[in-house]
């Protein structure tokens, strides 16, 4: 069970976007997308073809698993992430400051 997953808000520990919070849009194998945060200007060249336009673009570039960590909303900070079975025996995500699940 991957302990950041797609909807989770997050917040970044490293790099130039540092403190900001976000909502995941996509998790990478190591690597997670964060909406509107770690912006890279990026040079497409025009296809015709495909329809593409060409210019400079801004897009999202991906983060390190390491360098993000999941916002804990009752605390107001970063926290870590653990994994437990519930009673039913089904895993769950839970904050290792409070103990609470994640929803």
């Given at each position: 069970?991957?302990?950041?997953?797609?909807?989770?808000?997050?917040?970044?520990?490293?790099?130039?976007?540092?403190?900001?919070?976000?909502?995941?849009?996509?998790?990478?194998?190591?690597?997670?997308?964060?909406?509107?945060?770690?912006?890279?200007k990026k040079h497409v060249r025009p296809n015709p073809n495909a329809g593409v336009a060409g210019g400079i673009i801004s897009t999202e570039m991906p983060i390190a698993v390491?360098?993000?960590?999941?916002?804990?909303?009752?605390?107001?900070?970063?926290?870590?992430?653990?994994?437990?079975?519930?009673?039913?025996?089904?895993?769950?995500?839970?904050?290792?400051?409070?103990?609470?699940?994640?929803?």
């Amino acid at each position: 069970m991957q302990k950041i997953k797609q909807n989770d808000e997050v917040i970044i520990l490293a790099g130039k976007d540092k403190g900001s919070t976000g909502t995941v849009t996509k998790v990478l194998s190591s690597k997670v997308v964060v909406e509107g945060l770690n912006v890279a200007k990026k040079h497409v060249r025009p296809n015709p073809n495909a329809g593409v336009a060409g210019g400079i673009i801004s897009t999202e570039m991906p983060i390190a698993v390491s360098n993000v960590a999941i916002y804990n909303p009752s605390t107001k900070k970063a926290d870590r992430v653990g994994i437990r079975t519930d009673k039913e025996g089904n895993k769950e995500r839970f904050f290792k400051s409070n103990g609470e699940s994640i929803v």
